[in-house]
């Protein structure tokens, strides 16, 4: 699906340009502290001009045969450009979790680690993040690890999605 650059992209945005829009696809995920799944997922970024990307995510969990089990993960948030190839990204997680994360783009590909995260207490106890996001041929692949509930960074999830 072609793609072109908004007339009101801040200069800032840039390297993170090729986000904008709508992504749609499946992935996976995993954790020594559950059981693996697939899941379908939806990533909707948007602007108004200003350096910032409004950013929404919603997942669902998938059977091996693709069909739909149940609602997943939500987040939504602000990814921050302050200047071009520096990010901020701030985020709200459905299960309780608020995180900050920084990073670098450039080239197709976004690189973010957590600096700060705070919790509910009902929510599970998440300690870091790291996150790489890249447009390889067009579509979205990114890696989210995860340490939380006493285990080490590790990978979380993965997935590819398309340009809907």
């Known amino acids: 699906m072609p793609f072109e650059l ?36 939806e990533l909707i970024f948007t602007h108004d001009g200003r350096p910032f990307f409004h950013y929404m995510s919603r997942a669902w969990i998938v059977d091996e045969a693709g069909e739909f089990v149940r609602d997943g993960a939500m987040e939504t948030g602000f990814l921050r450009c302050p200047e071009p190839g520096k990010v901020e990204l701030l985020l709200a997680h459905n299960t309780g979790i608020s995180e ?25 106890e998440v300690t870091a993040g790291s996150r790489m996001y890249g447009n390889v041929e067009g579509d979205l692949l990114y890696a989210n690890d995860l340490a939380a509930v006493g285990q080490e960074l590790q990978p979380h999830t993965w997935a590819r999605l398309q340009r809907a």
């Open 6 to 41: 908004p007339d009101n992209l801040h200069p800032n945005c840039g390297p993170v340009a090729w986000l904008l829009g709508t992504w749609r696809g499946n992935g996976y995920g995993a954790y020594p502290t559950i059981e693996s799944f697939q899941f379908g997922q």
């Open 100 to 124: 900050i994360w920084y990073g670098e783009a450039e080239g197709g590909k976004l690189e973010i680690h957590t600096a700060g995260v705070s919790f509910t207490e009902t929510a599970k």
